[in-house]
């Protein structure tokens, strides 16, 4: 079974940097794609960035040139680099892994790390 933990949130200036960890502690097998995500109060889960088991990546447009995710597979480990932040960016990130076998799909996720964006 893939575990995720993510780490790295906190409290930030406008226009500050954080930069979001997210290790897989389980099994490695068979996943496909990782991503972030993030969620602000009383609004839907969005997709942040993904970047698959091939190298490609994918950005929400709200956050081109800003973000950049990246993987380190020696550590089995996923980030998310985020600069020039903006308030509106303020929510719960998720790591999230997707593996893929013959027989089903399944998508995995992390608790969640607080980012604040303040003005």
């Known amino acids: 079974q893939v575990q995720l933990v993510e780490s790295g949130g906190g409290l930030v200036q406008a226009g500050g940097s954080l930069r979001l960890s997210c290790a897989n502690s389980?099994?490695?097998?068979?996943?496909?794609?990782l991503g972030w995500h993030r969620q602000a109060p009383g609004k839907q889960r969005e997709l942040v960035a993904s970047?698959?088991?091939?190298?490609?990546?994918n950005y929400a447009d709200s956050v081109k040139g800003r973000f950049t995710i990246s993987r380190d597979n020696a550590k089995n480990t996923v980030y998310l680099q985020m600069n020039s932040l903006k308030p509106e960016d303020t929510a719960v990130y998720y790591c999230?892994?997707?593996?893929?076998?013959?027989?089903?799909?399944?998508?995995?996720w992390g608790q969640g790390t607080q980012v604040t964006v303040s003005s």
């Open positions: 999230n892994a997707v593996t893929q076998t013959i027989a089903r799909t399944i998508a995995y």
């Open positions: 389980g099994s490695i097998f068979s996943i496909r794609a």
């Open positions: 970047i698959t088991s091939g190298g490609s990546t």
